[in-house]
């Protein structure tokens, strides 16, 4: 993280983590690569057809092999007529599209290998294009590795070591707004301090990223006791650790938290557990309940109505939630909003219930449970697919006032916005070299 932006570690009211220095923390953020996977480029020593595969087989100087399916090659002609460079798109009408491609010449020039197709088209692809687009597995892989979310897992005796960035560095400077996103992006929370003391600032920080991810709740919310509450946290009770919405099929991602008046008294902190973590240790230590929490969809619902709109959520999903290659992508955890209906076997209904227990109970250990209290000034940010947050009580009958402001911005939004300012920073170093 470059020094400038950081501020200084997590304030010492934390009252539940001892720090632990970890050297990698340092190092990560800036060496990521997020776009492309950069493979030094070899002149071609020769490019030939392998008839039995229908492939382009090119043979680098470095002693590498890469193969090219030929359906793939006329697919990706990168010649105007088929590919729209100002739009980035490729433009080839595919209900005219012939699957068996047939070749009737391939040759090189210094830095392209050129085909003539069957039917007269003429394509050109560029060796450093190509070379970047290996079907190699290994290769494939690391560029897979790199256009997902890198993420580290953490639990109470780490958070100290969670970065605290200035806020108005992050509004200003994109350098800055980087070492955010990639702090989120990696350890799935981060502080900041100097939030100036008026409303609106979640909607200031949302606008850097992209645009606030609009709920039922609106855009920017209040989260303040009110009577007749329609939500759980704004009430002054306890607030059990939960995500935020887990009833939507496309669920808000990150969460921006300001604090703009806090309770004075004792009560009001903030709670948060890293929900990978415990998915995580589960998976490794107890496979059962890991299998059961992540095979089983219950329901997830919200009723009600918010600034005179009525609304009825429902979204079915499990509690740990993984991607096609068996990554954790996201945890599901509201206890208010958990449907009474459950569309669950019979007999697996109490094996449901001992699992989500065993989970939650994890989730309050104080070896992973974080308990701070923000101050006015200070904005909490973290991944609502990841992160599960709650509230100490504070106050009584609405004595005592504590008022958090929030808003959300969405994970596409911001990973692009992460490959936007790498490509720029990377374009300007190129500058400043050339």
């Not at 040759?107 to 687009?133: C, F, M």
């Not at 904005?379 to 509230?391: A, C, E, K, Y």
Request: charged share 20%; with cysteine.
């Amino acid at each position: 993280m470059a020094a400038k932006h950081l501020m200084c570690r997590i304030p010492s009211c934390l009252s539940s983590a001892i720090s632990t220095p970890l050297k990698s923390l340092k190092p990560f953020y800036h060496t990521q690569q997020f776009v492309s996977i950069i493979r030094p480029v070899s002149t071609a020593c020769s490019v030939g057809i392998q008839e039995s595969t229908n492939r382009l087989v090119v043979n680098w100087k470095d002693k590498l092999t890469d193969e090219y399916p030929l359906v793939w090659l006329r697919d990706n002609c990168q010649c105007p007529a088929c590919f729209d460079q100002s739009s980035q798109s490729r433009t080839i009408n595919f209900s005219h599209f012939q699957v068996n491609q047939k070749f009737k010449h391939v040759a090189t020039t210094k830095d392209a290998v050129e085909v003539q197709w069957e039917d007269g088209h003429k394509s050109a692809y560029n060796l450093e294009w190509l070379k970047q687009r290996s079907f190699n597995q290994k290769e494939q892989q690391g560029w897979l590795d790199a256009n997902k979310a890198p993420y580290s897992t953490w639990g109470a005796s780490f958070f100290k070591n969670i970065p605290v960035l200035d806020f108005n560095a992050v509004i200003q400077d994109d350098n800055a707004l980087l070492d955010w996103l990639h702090t989120l992006d990696v350890w799935g929370v981060c502080l900041f301090k100097n939030v100036p003391h008026s409303l609106g600032q979640v909607g200031i920080l949302a606008k850097r990223v992209g645009f606030i991810k609009k709920t039922h709740y609106g855009e920017e919310f209040s989260v303040q006791a009110k009577a007749n509450a329609t939500n759980v946290a704004y009430t002054q009770g306890y607030l059990q650790l939960h995500t935020d919405l887990p009833y939507y099929e496309y669920k808000p991602g990150i969460n921006l938290l300001h604090c703009y008046i806090q309770y004075k008294g004792n009560g009001g902190d903030s709670l948060l557990t890293d929900g990978f973590k415990i998915a995580e240790w589960l998976r490794e230590n107890d496979p059962e309940t890991y299998k059961c929490l992540a095979e089983t969809r219950v329901t997830w619902t919200d009723i009600g109505q918010e600034n005179g709109n009525k609304f009825h959520k429902i979204h079915h999903a499990p509690v740990i939630c993984e991607s096609s290659d068996g990554t954790i992508r996201r945890i599901n955890y509201s206890q208010p909003q958990r449907d009474s209906h459950m569309a669950v076997p019979i007999d697996q209904v109490e094996n449901w219930y001992r699992a989500l227990k065993k989970f939650y109970d994890m989730a309050l250990d104080p070896e992973y449970l974080v308990t701070f209290k923000l101050q006015p000034g200070e904005m909490v940010t973290f991944d609502n697919l990841r992160i599960l947050h709650g509230r100490t009580a504070f106050g009584e009958h609405l004595q005592g006032e504590r008022h958090v402001q929030g808003a959300y911005v969405d994970w596409d939004e911001a990973r692009s916005r992460i490959r936007v300012l790498k490509a720029n920073k990377a374009a300007n170093n190129s500058g400043r070299c050339g």
